[in-house]
């Protein structure tokens, strides 16, 4: 099997506070193709942001200390000199956050911000700049982009502020996109059509993207892929259909089965995942997750809390769970 | 622009009548006698009587200080003194000089320590506070923020008695401290004044560096920094063009109220390097009871600070394009 377009393998971020060593990212690897959209979910603090910093190098290598390996079109980029990173972001890899509004500098116009990522990545001209900057907030869909490309983001709406961020993302035709949660911010139905806008725009491109999302909702209408961490570590990965259809992880259940559903009466008590997301600095021995899980027993009477299950199998649809696929079965029925 | 600046403006007079106001009444609650200073010590009852008159003393306080304020906009007559043409800020009890004369003699002087010394402090404050920002943690940071501390923990009158001692008059390096008019030789205005402004810099400064570092490691922090590094841009445009961006809104609000503070008369660095600014003349105009002085530089005083407010808040809207200045 060759290598994917984008490939973590084995990725640990340590950050070293005043309080210990925090373990954000733990032995995560993953791949991501060209054309393809792989979903992040796992609840807050699992390690989603940290990991989409890393791959862009964004972490000040002063605090966080990186190992393991992240390569992009065969290229490893952990160790890269600050200049080769700096080429690459907003060039090959481009990153869209949550918030646009606090995303964009209030002190510069949308179109200034979007054609100086295309100055700095191909040496163009103001004016190439500028005329790029109105084409590409004509193809995220803001009407009437030559008066909009020289208003300040403030004078832009939630919608058209995310959408302006992926126009300055997108505008040197990235082949990876990692999207941090980019419509949390944004009311439902602006969601829906920022979402499809990515979904257009891939299809046009070939761009390789990483949705990160609390959503499943969003994951099972938009990915391809899915990886579900906890505690900095990938708990199950696999096609949305595997994951999300035929679920192996306890905690993927868990996560499923906190999700609210149309069927679901308004009414009815919202069940997160019993228990509180562990400590990154003094991580749960064994299973991360032995704390929170309700089938250790089932397991062995040690065995979660003592050893470390790893995610298997290696390629296809995997989890790190010691349960065996005959118990997990037995349980979803 | 222009609805913004006529409102100031008239907001700008308006407080300054009330601090007259303020200021004038509150002289007279002091008992202290104008006309027993001007007259001089042994003053005959009706010579005393006369002075009182001549400086408009018999009059009742608030007619004294309607024909005040009109006196600046309409000019005024003085009983032995002639008249006295707009804008009219009286005579000095003490000496008789007219004040407005007085004055423009003085803010040269004050304007000129304030300039020098605001250039040098904004410069070197705003420069350490980046370098300290960006090395953050490191060594040069550590430094940095120790030598603000003791800085900022300096007297003026200890550093500029010392300093005057050690490097004017034990060892001649700088010279006397003095004002010599600009226009007539810019080499020795600036040498005259060098040493004030050192010393004022230095007390100066600390504050900058401190105000600059916390202020530029806050928006380093910021979200949209972060998009900047995001996209690619180097490390010295996202500081120079985003990041210190911000930091100088917050700078610029002090340093209005700074220069405006210090243009109304940096007291104790003019006593303590003996130049007759308006600190001086205020500070003597109080011990002499000389009114009509006072009064004058304590309208300079506040029109500089709200002059630099009302400049600081229509900088905002160049720096800033969401503030809007109506
Ligand atoms: N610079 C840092 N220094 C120390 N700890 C950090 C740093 N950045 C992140 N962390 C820690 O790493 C953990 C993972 O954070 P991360 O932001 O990746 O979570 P997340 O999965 O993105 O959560 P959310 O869904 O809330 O965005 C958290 O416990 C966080 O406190
Ligand atoms: S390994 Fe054990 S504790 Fe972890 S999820 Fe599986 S059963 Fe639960
Ligand atoms: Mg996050």
Redesign the interface.
Known sequence: MSTPFLSVQDLTVDFHTEDGVVHAVDGLSFGVEKGTTLGVVGESGSGKSVTALAV?G?HSP?TAKMSGGILLDGRELIGAP?SV???????KA??I?Q?PL??????HTIGRQIG??FR??TGASRAAARDRAIEMLTRVGIPQPKLRVDD?P?QFSGGMRQRA?IA?ALVCDPDLLIADEPTTALDVTVQAQILDLLRDLQEQTGTAIILITHDLGVVANTAHEVLVMYAGRAVERGTVREVLGEPHHPYTWGLLASMPRLSTPVDAPLRPVRGTPPSLINVPSGCPFHPRCDYPALAGPELCRTERPELSPRHGHGDACHLTLAQKQEIVR | MLRFLTRRAIGAVLTLVIIAAVTFFLFFAVPADPARLACGKACPPELLEQARHNLGLDQPLFAQFTAWLTGIFAGRDYAGLGHCPAPCLGYSFVNRAPVLETILDRLPVTVSLTIGAAVIFLLFGVATGIVAALNQ?RPLDKITSVSSLVGSSLQIYFVGTLALYFLVYENQILARPQYLPFTEDPLAWAAGLTLPWVVLSIIFTAGYTRMTRSTMVEQLG???V??????????RSVTLR?AL??TLTTVITIFGVDLGALIGGAIITETTFGLQGLGRLSINAVTDSDLPVLMATVLVAAGAIIVFNIVVDALYAF????VRLN
């Open positions: 862009l964004l002063e600050r990173m700096e080429r690459i972001r907003g060039n481009a990153m956050f918030d606090t995303s964009l500098s209030p002190y100086e990522v700095r990545h300040y403030h961020m300055m | 943690g910021e979200d949209y972060r998009t900047a590094r995001a996209k690619g841009m180097k490390a985003f961006r911000g720096i800033d394009p969401r």
